[in-house]
């Protein structure tokens, strides 16, 4: 069996695209991927045509190791778009692959490793301003059967907050827990605004509301700085989206920056690469949380890796909070049910591409957001619910 085909399709998704990737086989079975990168989609599409198509014209969607690795030894200069690129090719690879074992991916990287797959809610939180809407907003999203909600209350703040906005941040937070009980996770985002000094003046204060964990206080360049922050806390740290490179994800875990490790197997060389660094993890106690911020093609892999992974701990989800179309876009099952994800049963990935929904809602140029901007809070946040 050889790779004789890939195409790309690009839909618009409301203030962002998503980008889908199919390749199709001499044997006539086909494997989608995503390669969404967040307000890059074209820069990335150019490039999957440009140097992925070409070294994957041929190849046996089996030999992953050789395929992808060659890929990833090869692309020399690294980074989140070629990663993006190359991540989303194997992922479809895999797809092909349990089609032709007539297997779920899940069971290829391992088997069912949990009972349950709880979730948490991200994309709830648009247009939000006072701790009173942010409390009854949160309350909706508990109601909906959701395990815990992510938030970033640190409004545009770089490096330095001042001392009413660290009030104001504590107030929203506390709200939210108030809103929530004692039962339900808070993940408190935080972007990499933060300086170390602040990060940890934050940290003490969030501590009384017992968050789930605490992402990306300061920069995800530096994983010393991390580490200095959560050496000088006692609540979890969350950490990873933005590590593209097992090397990257290696050196975190080695000197324990983070708790809980949020791999995103759409940019850091897909699943089997993914599972690699989970078990690193796993060897070190650091409970892994897939990243997974954009389409539902890439969600759907990311599930595959919960569910196989022994350490797997939640899984972040904006299938409710994104534009009531998102669903459109793929056939098959529909994974979320009262803030849980259901098992997929069927081989591959278990969903097909939707062309003609992509087709019915094309790409619209997007620049992405300044997260240190007030329009983020307005535009970036802000979401259409889906029933």
Known sequence: MRITKMETFLANAGLRNYLFVRLTTDTGLTGIGEASLEWQ?????????????????????????????????????????IMTAISSVEVA??????????????????????????????????????????????????????????????????????????????????AVRGAVGDTAGIMIEAHGRLSVECAIQ???????????????????????????????????????????????????????????????????????????IAAMAEAQDIAISPHCSIGPVALCAALHLDWATPNALIQESFAEYDVPWRHDFVYGWNPLQHGEFLLPEEPGLGIELNTDACAAHPYQAHSFPSLWDNTWLDDFTQCEVSP
Request: glycine fraction near 10%; hydrophobic fraction near 40%; aromatic fraction near 10%.
């Open 41 to 81: 989609e074209q820069t990335v599409r150019c490039l999957l045509h440009e140097w992925v198509e070409h070294r994957l014209l041929g190849a046996d969607p089996f030999d992953i190791e050789v395929v992808i690795g060659g890929m990833i030894r090869d692309q020399y200069q690294g980074g989140a778009t």
């Open 93 to 174: 690879m895999w797809d092909i692959i349990g089609k032709a074992c007539g297997q779920p991916v899940y069971k290829l990287l391992g088997g069912r490793a949990h009972e349950r797959l709880p979730a948490y809610a991200n994309g709830w939180y648009g247009g939000l301003r006072t701790p009173a809407e942010y409390a009854t907003e949160a309350r909706k999203v508990i109601d909906r059967g959701y395990h815990g909600l992510k938030f970033d209350p640190f409004g545009t703040a770089w490096k330095t907050m001042s001392p009413e906005d660290m009030a104001h941040a504590e107030a929203l937070v506390a």
């Open 202 to 276: 934050m940290g003490y204060r969030l501590a009384a509301y017992h968050p789930a964990w605490y992402e990306e206080p300061v920069t995800p360049n530096s994983l010393d700085l991390l580490k200095t922050v959560k050496d000088a806390l006692t609540i979890p740290i969350a950490a990873g989206e933005r590590l593209y490179t097992m090397q990257e994800c290696f050196h975190l875990i080695q000197i324990r920056a983070a708790d809980v490790l949020q791999i995103d197997p759409s940019h850091c060389g897909g699943l089997l690469i993914s599972k690699k």
